[in-house]
């Protein structure tokens, strides 16, 4: 069993790709729905919502495929113009369910 | 006697016609409309403006005049909001342009061309196919018509750069210049709209056959004086259609079960016999066993294209019935239960919101899941994967999903030839706008199931099982036409194109190992796509 610790200081390690039959990006469509979206979990087909936070980590990643953890952070809290503290816990949060629902892949 | 139900609505401006003239009753003259017992055609003409097309209201009439006014006002959103299938085409030569226009449900595909210094529209790909001069291959597209693509996400092109097809409430507008601007007529905003859900599944699912009734009414009075048919199954959609038919017109409507040994799993004449003494409607058995894809070529090895590569040779079924519907019968308009299955995901608020996404979601997992690169080979699989090939698509709102919409879109040709009308009350806008409203408590499990079981006055408790799936059936042709296929496979325009897997499907059914061919829908248009490839010329034009 790795501790909540441990799994933080792992994740530091990791690399996240985007798995392609489980995003879509479209501009027009992603505009109007104000950066929400739905991406689709391809092992249980199911699809789950995105809110705008989810969707700018999704993007960051799509156009940077095997981006370190602490740089999607970073790029992160460029986007959102917030501190890197304050947004590290819930890029983590985010990319860890991700990865549960097969539309990330860590490497 | 039968019309001749050949012809179709074909309309051809020569650019003189459209740079410098104007006359109307020299563009009217250039108008070519079938005379048809239904539906009617629609042909106004004054000095200033042409008026022509098609139109099935089914929410009430609209007249010719009424039409012209909504044309010259350009209130176009006053026709696309009925529950109507109609194309109609409209030049104003004061103000030198022409605009047609497509109805929301669907019903009348419409192709257009500004190939060789003509705007060619019709209602049939292949008129407007055979006029072209030079025809340019979209490798793209065709990729997505093996994929059934239409049924994911309305087109708005066909396989030939020349030949443009406009998707339901579209606006077409081609002004003097010969500019051309597409607009849909329904907003993405009107499409989300909010929905409150019933408080109570018996509430919604009364409210929905009472939608049903009024539904069906209005499609009976717009057939007013025809001779109406029905198609029935042992399934649930066509049993409500014909179950509202036959309250309306006891006795006048002539019902039509397709059956064969092989087909057991899609309808089991049993349950229809046993629906059928329930509700006092007498059903005439067609015994299809004979009409698979390709039958009707079955006398010879070569197969002639006739011109369009989504009905040709693949639809016998259809095909066959309808002609016997017509020819033995004098049927005018056929129900049928079609659209019943979309109904039930109405509520799914995800297809109105992100329709690109789910598209593309449903194409690309369901074919991966099922093995498409065993037919496929890596260039159209590449083509396949591409998102790119999404993400650049325009938007198209619809109250209506892409599948129910492709229906009339694709198979057009099969209904007008054969001159039975088709209609689906279970797609109607009106239908689906309820449906939407379903409660939470009829989501889970089977929705068709728990919706129609509380409606045991209506259906038979033999018909709460699960359909299977006729793999006999279908997969008949590969049997039956494998000496047709494989010389056909073997001259493989898609095979050297790198898009098909040919010299392996000709492997497997030389050696006739049937059973590993998968994906036999997408075998299927891969042959009609190869009669049709095999007789025209074409430029390819990579992705």
Redo the contacts between chains.
């Keep these: 069993m790795i501790s909540r610790f441990k799994r933080k200081v792992l994740i530091m390690d990791k690399s996240y790709s985007i798995i392609?039959?489980?995003v879509?990006?479209?501009?027009?469509?992603d505009e109007?729905?104000d950066f929400r979206?739905?991406v689709?979990n391809?092992k249980t087909?199911i699809?789950l919502?995105v809110n705008k936070f989810g969707y700018q980590i999704l993007k960051i990643i799509d156009t940077s495929p095997g981006l370190m953890f602490e740089e999607v952070v970073s790029q992160i809290s460029r986007v959102r113009g917030e501190a890197k503290w304050q947004v590290e816990g819930k890029v983590r949060y985010f990319l860890n369910k991700m990865v549960n629902e097969s539309v990330v892949i860590e490497a | 006697m039968r019309p001749d139900n050949s012809q179709h609505f074909f309309a051809q401006f020569p650019s003189k016609a459209l740079k410098n003239e104007w006359m109307a009753e020299k563009l009217a003259g250039m108008v070519k409309l079938p005379k048809r017992s239904f539906p009617n055609p629609i042909f106004i003409r004054s000095e200033r403006d042409v008026c022509a097309g098609y139109a099935v209201i089914y929410d009430g009439t609209i007249t010719e005049g009424e039409l012209l006014f909504i044309c010259r006002r350009r209130a176009w959103k006053e026709l696309i909001n009925r529950s109507a299938d109609l194309v109609v085409v409209y030049v104003d030569c004061r103000e030198r342009k022409v605009y047609v226009v497509t109805g929301q449900m669907g019903g009348f595909p419409c192709f257009y061309s500004l190939a060789d210094d003509c705007v060619t529209i019709s209602t049939s790909f292949s008129r407007i196919n055979a006029c072209l001069s030079a025809r340019h291959l979209l490798l793209e597209n065709v990729v997505e018509v093996l994929l059934w693509h239409s049924g994911s996400y309305p087109c708005d092109q066909t396989i030939v750069e020349e030949v443009k097809q406009l998707p339901p409430a579209t606006l077409l507008t081609i002004d003097s210049g010969w500019k051309t601007q597409t607009q849909p007529l329904i907003s993405?905003e009107e499409t989300v709209e909010p929905v409150v859900p019933f408080s109570s599944a018996l509430g919604f699912v009364d409210e929905l056959v009472a939608t049903a009734t009024g539904v069906v009414a209005g499609y009976l009075k717009a057939a007013k004086n025809l001779k109406i048919g029905s198609q029935l199954s042992s399934g649930f959609d066509s049993s409500l259609v014909c179950y509202l038919v036959n309250r309306f017109i006891d006795g006048k409507a002539v019902y039509f079960t397709e059956h064969s040994p092989l087909l057991v799993q899609d309808t089991n004449t049993e349950i229809v016999a046993k629906f059928c003494q329930r509700h006092g409607i007498m059903t005439q058995l067609v015994e299809i066993s004979d009409l698979y894809q390709f039958s009707s070529a079955k006398n010879g090895l070569k197969v002639e294209s006739r011109g369009d590569y989504v009905t040709d040779y693949g639809f016998e079924r259809h095909w066959g019935l309808n002609t016997r519907m017509s020819n033995d019968y004098g049927i005018d308009a056929v129900f049928s239960g079609e659209g019943g299955d979309e109904l039930m995901g109405s509520h799914l608020s995800?297809w109105k919101?992100?329709?690109?996404?789910?598209g593309?979601?449903l194409e690309?997992?369901t074919y991966?899941n099922y093995g498409v690169d065993k037919v496929l080979a890596p260039k159209a699989i590449r083509i396949f994967?591409n998102?790119k090939r999404?993400?650049k698509?325009?938007?198209y709102p619809s109250f209506i999903s892409p599948s129910a919409l492709a229906i009339g879109q694709q198979y057009f040709p099969l209904y007008w030839e054969t001159g039975v009308w088709h209609m689906m009350p279970l797609a109607d806008p009106r239908m689906v706008k309820v449906a939407a409203r379903m409660p939470k408590e009829l989501w889970k499990g089977t929705r068709k199931q728990n919706v129609w079981s509380l409606r045991p006055d209506i259906f038979i408790p033999e018909q709460f099982v699960p359909k299977g799936y006729a793999q006999s059936w279908w997969e008949r042709f590969l049997r039956e036409r494998k000496d047709l296929l494989v010389g056909i496979l073997k001259k493989s325009v898609l095979g050297e194109m790198g898009l098909i897997r040919s010299g392996e499907l000709v492997r497997l059914l030389e050696a006739e190992r049937f059973e590993e061919i998968s994906l036999l829908a997408v075998v299927q248009l891969a042959i009609q796509l190869e009669i049709f490839l095999q007789k025209y010329k074409f430029t390819m034009v990579e992705e």
């Design positions: 392609k039959r489980g879509l990006f479209h501009p027009e469509l109007l729905n979206t739905v689709y391809w087909s699809t919502g | 993405w995800e919101k992100f329709p690109i996404q789910m593309y979601f690309v997992n991966m994967n998102r999404w993400a698509k325009r938007v």
